[in-house]
């Protein structure tokens, strides 16, 4: 009897073990496939660079070849001797140039043979014999040489263009291979939220130094933007300024992070003022998410009034729930410009446009949450389909400067039916261009036109420039 609690106790233990190894075995294989899973990913990923590398290393080799034979037809006709002006003048070759001339292959180009055999000599054992022998040789015609070396230098420079159109079709193929892999390794998602709560909150602290009178706002994180399961939707960055606008009136904007609904930023921003001046003033949070291929939808805001904060050295974390907003998309920036139609030296009217600055431009590339942006100005008139300039493209800026000047012959009878637009471009160049927002300015404004617009038009005729901010539509 007492035997089988015994052996009852012995078979608990077994069964545990075994279902302990079973566990353990199983992480273990998941584990494994997960490695192995991400192993291939990175050896396509390095495939793809090997191939692009061998593929440029193949190129510059046939490359440095097509210049030492390049080099070595530049000889052929260096190698010779000296050719004087008298026609009926012989030469001598003594013993030691024809040991050069034959140790460099000449005498076997069908036109040395040619050259020697208006005297006779057809081969290299004569041009030797007569070496030893000091015998005067007829002057080689000068005028079938060079044309023969000329004719191969042309061949190894339309060579030389083939190399290089080939190494640069190849290279953008690689290009957009390469993009291709990445954009469908990142899942294009088409969001929506309608229906979905929005029941998240942010965390950011204060800190407000009195020497040298500057806030610093920190943005933490936000809690619980979507629930869980909606995760791959959410792509979400925080937008800081501080209402009423300054007169830097430039936005702060954080980090984007992909595919997650409990972000953290731990980003920090401030604010140049006195406390007497900053505690009139709000601080305002804005949470959106990243679509490029719609505008930013705004997914809450937190609107902070700073008359409730006491502008202490000590730091102060504080928690905020979000709200809607009543605005549904985020606002794409501003541009100045400046537009002046006048005659130029050569006597021409024209209008000289100016694109000073853009500022607060949203991010187009979610890796540098920033753009590559640049501003391309359109002009059509009755009589003229279009004038089209770019500007150079300002790399990583969301507040970019181009001082940049353009000129489009316009007449003052084609001005009344002109139409200028201004795109402010992100460049994604080889691969595609994306418009972040557009301005479109017309030569006779409608009633219903904004009244900044029609008097900025009025200031065409003036002889003072007029730098106006516009904002910009998508």
């Known amino acids: 009897m007492k035997l089988q609690p015994l052996l009852f106790s012995q078979l608990q233990i077994a069964i545990i073990y075994l279902i ?26 390095d495939a793809a660079k090997f191939s692009a590398l061998i593929t440029s290393r193949k190129m510059a080799k046939k490359r440095s070849c097509m210049d030492e034979s390049k080099q070595a037809i530049k000889k052929l006709s260096l190698d010779f001797p000296p050719i004087d002006s008298s026609p009926n003048k012989s030469i001598t070759i003594s013993k030691n140039d024809a040991k050069r001339w034959s140790a460099h292959g000449r005498l076997n180009n069908p ?9 006779g000599i057809t081969n290299l054992s004569s041009i030797a014999a007569a070496a030893s022998s000091s015998v005067s040789l007829d002057r080689p015609r000068p005028l079938q040489r060079s044309y023969s070396a000329d004719l191969n230098l042309k061949q190894a420079q339309s060579a030389r263009e083939e190399l290089d159109r080939i190494f640069q079709i190849k290279s953008k193929m690689l290009v957009k ?16 939220y309608d229906g979905l709560p929005m029941n998240g909150s942010i965390q950011f602290a204060l800190k407000y130094n009195k020497i040298q009178q500057i806030l610093f706002i920190n943005v933490v994180s936000i809690l619980n933007l979507l629930d869980e399961e909606h995760k791959d939707l959410c792509d979400p960055f925080v937008t800081l300024q501080i209402l009423p606008k300054d007169t830097d009136n430039l ?7 992909p595919e997650t609904v409990q972000p953290v930023f731990n980003t920090t921003f401030h604010f140049k003022g006195s406390w007497q001046t900053l505690k009139t003033k709000s601080l305002e949070f804005l949470v959106s998410d990243f679509n490029i291929q719609q505008p930013h939808i705004i997914l809450g805001r937190v609107l902070f009034p700073l008359d409730t904060y006491a502008f202490t050295e000590k730091l102060s974390l504080i928690w905020k729930r979000l709200e809607p907003c009543p605005e549904k998309f985020l606002y794409p920036g501003e541009i100045q410009i400046s537009l002046q ?20 431009l949203i991010p187009m590339d979610i890796d540098t949450s920033s753009s590559d942006t640049l501003v391309e100005i359109t002009i059509s008139t009755r009589s003229i389909k279009s004038q089209a300039r770019k500007t150079q493209t300002e790399k990583q800026s969301l507040n970019p400067k181009y001082e940049e000047t353009f000129h489009f012959k316009v007449s003052t009878e084609e001005l009344a039916s002109a139409v200028i637009r201004f795109d402010v471009i992100h460049d994604r160049s080889p691969i595609e261009y994306l418009t972040i927002g557009y301005v479109i300015i017309e030569g006779s404004p409608s009633i219903d036109s904004d009244i900044k617009q029609r008097l900025f038009l009025h200031s065409l005729t003036s002889s003072e420039v007029v730098k106006v901010w516009f904002p910009l539509t998508r």
């Open 20 to 45: 302990f190894v079973a566990i353990v075995t199983s992480m273990v294989v998941y584990w494994l496939g997960c490695a192995w899973c991400q192993r291939r990913e990175i050896d396509a990923f």
């Open 111 to 119: 036109l040395h043979q040619q050259h020697f055999s208006d005297s």
């Open 177 to 192: 291979q390469l993009s291709k892999w990445k954009s469908a390794k990142t899942k294009i998602v088409t969001k929506n």
């Open 251 to 257: 936005k702060r904007i954080t980090k984007i992070m």
């Open 341 to 360: 139609h006048k005659i130029s030296q050569s006597k021409d009217e024209e209008i000289i446009c100016v694109v000073h600055q853009a500022r607060n």
